[in-house]
């Protein structure tokens, strides 16, 4: 049985389902917005909770904030 932490989807597949570049995910990436797990061979693997940050991160962008910004969210939220 998978839990929602476990990655299972490649970069390709995940950036289809969230409707963002390839690029866009390795960039959230080096920003430190998601932590993607990793194959032994260091394949990108994205989980279900992957998903709903990346979601997230593009409803943030809507409105508006830049990436320094949308690293700050999850810190207010979880303050408030």
Same mark, same amino acid.
């Given at each position: 049985?998978?839990?929602?932490?476990? &990655?299972? *989807?490649?970069?390709?597949?995940? !950036? %289809?389902? $969230? &409707?963002? #570049?390839?690029? /866009? +995910?390795? @960039? *959230?990436?080096?920003? &430190? =917005?998601?932590?993607?797990?990793?194959? @032994?061979?260091?394949?990108?693997? *994205?989980?279900? /909770?992957?998903? $709903?940050? =990346?979601?997230?991160?593009? %409803?943030?962008?809507?409105? &508006? +904030? /830049? +990436?320094? #910004?949308?690293?700050? $969210?999850? %810190?207010? %939220?979880? !303050? /408030?």
């Amino acid at each position: 049985m998978r839990t929602p932490g476990q &990655g299972v *989807y490649a970069i390709s597949f995940a !950036a %289809e389902l $969230v &409707g963002m #570049g390839q690029q /866009n +995910l390795r @960039l *959230y990436e080096r920003k &430190g =917005l998601l932590e993607p797990g990793r194959t @032994l061979g260091g394949t990108r693997q *994205y989980s279900e /909770n992957d998903l $709903v940050t =990346l979601r997230r991160i593009g %409803e943030l962008l809507d409105l &508006g +904030l /830049n +990436l320094a #910004g949308i690293r700050m $969210v999850p %810190e207010l %939220e979880a !303050a /408030n």
